[in-house]
């Protein structure tokens, strides 16, 4: 296995076990930039190193730095953790071990970035966030683990709370690569055709209407008779009344919403 350590940005991507310090030898000057501090940096680039992600990343679009947490833990055993003040079960992540990771990757960073910390207690990520992050040169993003961090590193570096939904991963890794993708494909030249960004879900704040292709008929169900009749206008006027019905149905608190907006 080759000691050269893994990069992205004009780099071939290619499967390696060594940790990932995927910036630190080409910052591309226009490129979008994601760290992510982590205990488990050979989980990146993950699925974003694949498809049209994966691709972006090797045209240098974008670019992916894994910050590994465990070099910066205390003690001869690079200790990260200890447990809550307090008492309780698990263990927290150090303030000192979690500072010394983030000063570290300010000074790696091109530009200054948003600090986000994966957390089910955050604000819920949606379409409207990820078009903001889009907007930014890029991002810091701090995966937990265990019974999650210290307070004080929050409040210390203003650092905002995202969640991914209702419910409680391992740690933020995923997390991570979900706000990751999701903010990557808005990128300029990432998907090559903007229009398909602006007929998905939440693009409008309805749920995108079913899509159909070839065959035309398929275990006896067809294909909806105004998708191949070539009318531009009623295909549009199909496809707005199919995204408001479903909203109604699947997500009444999008047409709440939606409601609220127009009054």
Not at 32 to 53: K, M
Not at 150 to 166: K, P
């Amino acid at each position: 296995m080759s000691d050269t350590p893994r990069s992205h940005g004009r780099k071939s991507i290619s499967a390696s076990l060594q940790p990932r310090d995927l910036m630190a030898e080409n910052r591309l000057a226009h490129a979008w930039a994601a760290q992510v501090i982590t205990l488990f940096p050979n989980a990146f680039p993950g699925v974003l190193g694949e498809s049209l992600t994966g691709r972006a990343l090797k045209d240098g679009l974008w670019q992916l730095e894994a910050i590994d947490l465990r070099p910066f833990g205390v003690g001869k055993h690079r200790n990260v953790d200890d447990t809550p003040a307090g008492g309780g079960a698990g263990m927290v992540l150090r303030a000192d071990v979690l500072s010394a990771a983030i000063e570290h990757a300010r000074k790696q960073a091109r530009n200054p970035l948003k600090l986000i910390y994966l957390s089910p207690r955050g604000r819920p990520f949606d379409q409207a966030m990820a078009r903001s992050f889009a907007a930014l040169p890029g991002l810091t993003l701090l995966c937990g683990r265990f019974e999650g961090v210290d307070q004080r590193v929050l409040d210390h570096y203003a650092i905002e709370e995202v969640s991914l939904g209702d419910y409680v991963l391992t740690g933020g890794e995923l997390a991570a690569q979900a706000v990751i993708d999701a903010t990557v494909r808005l990128l300029p030249g990432v998907l090559g055709n903007a229009a398909s960004t602006e007929e998905e879900s939440f693009s409008n704040g309805l749920l995108e209407h079913p899509q159909f292709t070839r065959p035309a008929e398929w275990q006896g169900r067809t294909i909806p008779d105004v998708l191949m009749s070539g009318n531009h206008g009623e295909i549009a006027k199909w496809r707005r009344a199919q995204s408001e019905a479903l909203t109604q149905l699947r997500r009444p608190d999008l047409w709440a919403a939606r409601d609220k907006d127009k009054g």
